[in-house]
């Protein structure tokens, strides 16, 4: 993709919506043309880069040098916060300093602020009767109970009556963004934030969207009327500069509700969140249990048979002459490929071909057959990308920026860009950055998306409860989501954690758990750090990890906590990680990617620890969470035990609160905590509730005026008795002077939002409340088969409730239950097709035959082996089932027993040459009389723990019906 140079507007337009000083255009682009020249192509400035620009700008010997060295550090600022840049650690020292000279700007406009907001109170109450229509004063009321943003945000709020919208139990506004920082955004749809918006300043912005000026407001327009309307009683202050304002109305927020400096940032700065889009798609779970695959998603190909031909070897290619064909009758499109082992490639063609007809392109939602051709028409110049490398984010990684790199021609990075965007959503590679393909010097993108409690809740019922997969493949995938969620674990975090980094705090807190997050041999963490969080969870989640864990007992503590031993971290992700993948999209659309687990998880401690700092109560959000399970992890016990790691026993009140949100981006290994608020922590509908008490006092006045009753309507008792019960047991007199205390979501439900809202009403699909349903213990044990043989079918199923009774009882270890389950091959080998059943029989009622221990093993193995004629029938028998079907892993003894004098024997040269594979071994035994006889003796090395009678049985059913 062509670069597109840094300019200084970018950098004016950000800092002057911040308030802050900025240096002239022509300095900042001289830094930026500086910057430009650098060809950086990571987010990222060296020091040795950095000492490079100051030689340059010290090589000037006028006072031009302070300036410029003024505006590196104006550009810089924009890099590190807007563009997501890491930067020397003597810059960072620097923009500490300069925050600090930030919060001193604040105070200084302390002593303005409290005189603002005490006149503005006084005006507040006789606004009620008197109801004027006023620029200046609609501007007062936003910043005092909306925000503090700079005058330019609420110019384009104020120009936009469809920035309201109801969304998640309140009314919000939607606060567009000057330049897209969001993964959805486009030309046509911007990012954006939100913010709550309080029903007294509703109505003021919804009556001031009645009587719009004709002529367009500006911020100028904005400045002249909020520095008309305080030049008068009772304000009586002198004009000020939008930069002052905002400083004005921070100092308020600061103070009153007590802000710590770097939610101040968060609350007046909309760059620094994203909200997600309006509403998910959400199915019933019933519909999606069948989707889930639970086995890898690989194509394997059956022996023997037939090559693709070419043309089948890119389906897309077929997709995009369907819908050019698809006029004509009769046509049928054709269905998604297999993921292929040696390449996936051809099955993600498919997929982004697919959505480009369904979804259209970046800038138009429709697009041609020939123009899709075109996009896609350098399929043939990307390498291979084999399964196992695209399930390993590193080897995935790596052929990305190959295949970006070689690929230089002029159009084909963006089409190649887009195609990985494509990728980056499909459930096996959407481990995929896009951040480190994206042009360093444009405002890195977010992905918005959260998860609450409910969500995880049914997410784990629907891996659990699941009949496809096996009993530990379900419990290690639903483990992976609740680590992925209580813990804000990384996808290769959950992976690769090992089964000693996990530990129970002590035995009187089970649902707390310490968990180390280190590198190891299968790759490293993020930033090549170790850390130590802390995760507290639901019981019902908490006690899946706990019977892991005594499963697993005894296990090589180096070992993944997740899986068994001699399985790949891409193999386990195709197993553990790739049906959790399935399950999110199935059940909240096709956007949503494991990552997000990790983004609902931060915004969950996040807003656990803004519980503790306001002393609020689990139910303090109730209205807007609508989620039982939810305000549960909210309450003050939860919220406590959470943080306990930092407490260690002490009251809250007893810590340095202004460490918390350091405290908070630590758990999740950020460095700083501008990282979590940006990409984890979306919108500020939520934080700015938690600021406010539930209840406030309502006068009769305030009441009309929300309800647009008109001034001294007595219709105004009809809705305080709907309110309020006490008000209707008050006497005349004493109603009039009665000011009931009320939340925002009573007088809300009040409110008609069909005729109130001047924007699009917006509901979000809540799943209903799970959190005293759930018991994943019992749910995931009753998806147990009873005995290791299904006495209607005769299947074999080695995870049933007969093994985890074993493991419990310690008559069985994880260890022999792990060496049974891969020598069995993970319980696919004794599951025989139709005509290798038809194979055993003709060989005959094997006998289950005792090995004894060999080597350093202690445990008696099993052998399999069959006493049958040698002829032609038992050879082909033989190889149906031994050359290519279910037990063609296993070596084999044959031992040929004739009764002759010959040396010569065509039954001898039929075993040698025809039954025998590369590693079986061979025997002849003469005998003076009897049958010949052929006894094939299978070397299973399956430990006999438990399962020597049990084979035996299970022969017996099979080649017996």
Known sequence: MAKKPLTAQSIITYREELGMDCEETSNLQWVCDLINSLNINERALSKEQLNDINKRIKSIPTGKQRVLLSALDHVLFYLKEICNWQLPEVKE??????????????????????????????????????RWHDLGWVLLVLNFEVAPLHLSYWQRILSTPTCIEFFEGQFTLKVSHPKPISSYADEDKASFTRYPLPVFPLRVLLNFYKYLPEKALTTKSLLDAINRWVDTEPYYFAAMSPAEWLRTFQSFWHHHYAVPPKLLRDLSDPMRHVSPLDSTECYAIDTVKEKLLFIPPLNNAVVGAEKKAPADAWPHKNLIKYHKQSSKENSTKPTAPAWGTDNVIPKLFYHYTDELFNEGGVHKKTLLSQSIDRYTNFYKSLNPLSFDDATNPETLHRWAHKEFDRLDEKTTPWHLYNFLRSASHQELTDELDLEQFERPELPSLVDPFCLNVSQINSTVELLLSSKNG????????????????????????????????????????????????????????????????????????????????????????????????????????????????????????????????????????????????????????????????????????????????????????????????????????????????????????????????VYRQYSRAELRYIYDIPVGSNDISRILDSLSQEHSLLSSEDKKQFQPELTESQIIKKLKLNTLIVGKVTTTNKQPSTFNKCDFKTLWESSLPEDFIDKNTNTFNYFCQKVFKALNNKTLDFKTANIQWR????????????????????????????????????????????????????????????????????????????????????????????????????????????????????KTLIPSTLLAQTLEQYFLNITLK
């Open 823 to 938: 020598q069995l091959a993970k319980g696919q080998y004794f599951n025989f097709v139709s005509k290798e059943l038809k194979a055993l029989k003709t060989l005959g009622k094997p006998k289950i035959i005792l090995q004894k221990p060999q080597g350093k093993s202690h445990t008696e193995t099993l052998n399999i082996q069959f006493s049958c004629v040698c002829n032609q029938k038992t050879l082909q028998a033989f190889k149906t089932i031994c050359h290519k079907g279910s037990l063609k892993h296993y070596t084999a003894t044959f031992l040929l027993i004739q009764n002759r004098k010959s040396l010569n024997s065509n039954k001898l040269n039929m075993v040698k040459n025809q039954f025998l594979r590369k590693d079986d071994n061979f025997n002849w035994h003469k005998t003076p009389g009897g049958n010949t006889q052929l006894i094939i003796t299978l």
């Open 470 to 693: 096996d009993a530990m493949q379900r419990l290690f995938a639903s483990i992976a989501v609740i680590l992925g969620y209580y813990g804000a674990m990384r996808r290769g975090e959950v992976l690769r954690l090992c089964l000693g980094d996990i530990t129970i705090v002590n035995p009187q807190k089970k649902q707390l758990f310490s968990i180390v997050i280190r590198n190891t041999p299968e790759g490293t963490t993020k930033n090549k750090k170790t850390r130590i969080i802390t995760v507290f969870m639901p019981e019902p989640a908490a006690k899946l990890i706990r019977i892991l864990l005594k499963i697993k007992t005894g296990c090589d503590e180096t070992k993944p906590l997740l899986g068994f031993e001699y399985e790949s971290i891409g193999l386990r992700s195709s197993y553990y990680i790739y049906p959790v993948t399935q399950a999110l999209k199935a059940l909240f659309g096709p956007k949503v990617r494991f990552h997000h687990l990790r983004h609902g998880g931060a915004e969950l401690l996040y807003l656990q620890g803004l519980h503790l700092a306001y002393q609020r109560q689990g139910c303090h959000l109730s209205s807007i969470l609508q989620d039982e399970a939810t305000e549960a992890m909210l309450s003050k016990e939860s919220c406590l035990a959470r943080f306990d790691f930092w407490l260690e026993g002490r009251l809250f009140d007893k810590m340095n609160a202004g460490l918390l949100l350091d405290v908070i981006a630590k758990q999740h290994g950020h460095s700083s905590y501008a990282t979590t608020r940006r990409h984890y922590l979306h919108g500020m509908e939520k934080t700015i509730a938690l600021f406010k008490p």
């Open 93 to 130: 020292q620097a923009f500490t300093d300069e925050s600090t000279m930030w919060l001193f700007s604040i105070h200084e406009k302390n002593l303005l602020a409290s005189q603002c907001f005490a006149r503005y109170e006084s005006q507040r109450e006789s606004f009620m009767d008197k």
